[in-house]
């Protein structure tokens, strides 16, 4: 509310103004599993996980910079032209923390489907072993924490639904909708 005063009466007056502020956020949808046709789906970006567990205990990373930069999560990246999927999250791994994983093993696959960010086909594997010491670079920081003591609050949303069973020995299968870096709707399976 604003008072002004009209020049010549002595008068006050009281305007009211409401001024509407456009809100450039887009509202979330709720885009579920079954509207995207996953037969026909096509990624933007093949990439990869590595989970190096060892001793009761779990290697993850601090991202420094692109999608997901500030999140805690595995090591890895995008898939380069010729490499198979295990080579990819091998050499990822040895770039972002200057190790190399041992004992690799394919633990599933990840399929994540947004329209405000790429839409991404993830290989995860995991390592029970590896060579050389963790080292931060200009991509990661080295984070070890006990099983137990996971930070699920500072990962990806959909972490926790496959990544204790993935731990667990289990392969996973997942699909998921997401919008402004939050999971929409899922469905996660396991063999």
């Keep these: 509310m604003k008072k002004l005063k009209v020049c010549g009466t002595g008068q006050k007056i009281v305007v009211s103004l409401q001024i509407d502020v456009a809100d450039d956020t887009p509202e979330k949808t ?8 996953w037969d026909t789906w096509e990624p ?3 990439a990869t996980l590595m989970f190096v ?4 205990r779990i290697l993850l990373i601090r991202k420094k910079r692109g999608l997901g930069a500030g999140n805690i999560n595995g090591p890895g990246g995008r898939i380069e032209e010729g490499e198979t999927t295990q080579e990819c999250a091998i050499r990822e791994t040895q770039e972002e923390l200057l190790i ?6 394919y633990a599933g696959e990840l399929f994540f489907h947004a329209e405000d960010m790429p839409r991404i086909h993830g290989f995860v594997y995991t390592a029970t072993d590896y060579e050389g010491t963790p080292t931060e670079t200009d991509e990661a920081v080295p984070l070890w924490f006990d099983l137990e003591q996971i930070p699920y609050d500072e990962m990806w949303e959909d972490d926790v639904l496959w ?3 993935v731990i667990e020995g289990k392969t996973v299968r997942a699909w998921f909708t997401f919008e402004k870096e939050s999971v929409l709707d899922h469905k996660v399976t396991f063999v």
Excluded: T
Aim: proline content about 8%.
């Design 100 to 105: 190399n994983p041992l004992n690799v093993k």
């Design 30 to 37: 709720s885009m579920k599993i079954n509207e995207v046709n």
């Design 53 to 56: 567990i060892k001793n009761q």
């Design 44 to 46: 933007e970006e093949v």
């Design 163 to 165: 990544l204790p069973h």
